[in-house]
């Protein structure tokens, strides 16, 4: 069975303060994908990884980073959390053929206060 | 990507067929034509793929005319359970690498008894 794991369902940190969400696919999956949603304004993809190592900006990357050391693991990083950075961050895993099936985590409901 | 347009929101009662219309007038070629549900409080799940005529599969059926440039949803006799977020999505994922599936707003679908 297919299977995305983030490792928090609900996070609360302060302003400022570096956050790490830790994605992890037990599927053998080469792409992986970090997406926010906010009421009103559906997902939006924020970065993604076509491999290990490399990486793509999605449509609003600003104020994130991410990292892809090992195939199996996506991490999005909040250099410096922010108000406005409060929100479901969901990560999906896709293969690398011609498919549009895409497996998503729970999410993680951030909160920064 | 070809940018799509579907209704914000739809109401149906149990046991009627839904139908959701989305609409891409610039949809490509290569582009495939893809929809995913999303429930509260979960990551989206793929339902339904395809490229022309009507394709069917245990949970829906796509209707798409010749000309592409618009596609329509259809979920037959539905109940309290459907009630969720449908999106609609186009785009080619024939490359191997650098490319992500954007997600919209989405249909937000609401069933009552």
């Known amino acids: 069975d297919v299977k995305v794991t983030q490792s928090s369902r609900y996070l609360v940190k302060r302003t400022g303060e570096k956050v790490f969400l830790e994605c992890v696919q037990d599927m053998d999956h080469e792409n992986m994908f970090w997406y926010r949603q906010d009421p009103g304004l559906g997902l939006r993809l924020i970065y993604f990884s076509y491999d290990v190592k490399m990486k793509e900006k999605g449509d609003i990357p600003e104020g994130y980073s991410v990292s892809r050391e090992k195939k199996e693991r996506f991490s999005l990083i909040l250099e410096s959390a922010s108000t406005n950075q409060t929100s479901m961050y969901l990560c999906?895993?896709?293969?690398?053929?011609?498919?549009?099936?895409?497996?998503f985590g729970p999410g993680t409901r951030l909160t920064v206060t | 990507l070809a940018k799509t347009t579907q209704p914000i929101s739809m109401d149906s009662y149990e046991g009627q067929e839904v139908n959701i219309t989305c609409s891409h007038n610039?949809?490509?070629?290569?582009?495939?034509i893809t929809w995913y549900q999303q429930f509260p409080s979960q990551g989206p799940r793929f339902i339904i793929q395809?490229?022309?005529t009507k394709v069917t599969n245990e949970v829906a059926s796509l209707f798409i005319p010749a000309d592409r440039k618009s596609s329509t949803l259809s979920l037959p006799r539905v109940s309290l359970s459907d009630t969720a977020v449908y999106y609609c999505l186009v785009g080619d994922m024939s490359q191997q690498a650098g490319t992500a599936l954007i997600f919209g707003k989405g249909t937000t679908l609401s069933v009552s008894s």
């Open positions: 610039n949809i490509a070629t290569n582009d495939y």
């Open positions: 395809g490229y022309k």
């Open positions: 999906a895993s896709r293969t690398g053929g011609r498919t549009y099936e895409q497996y």
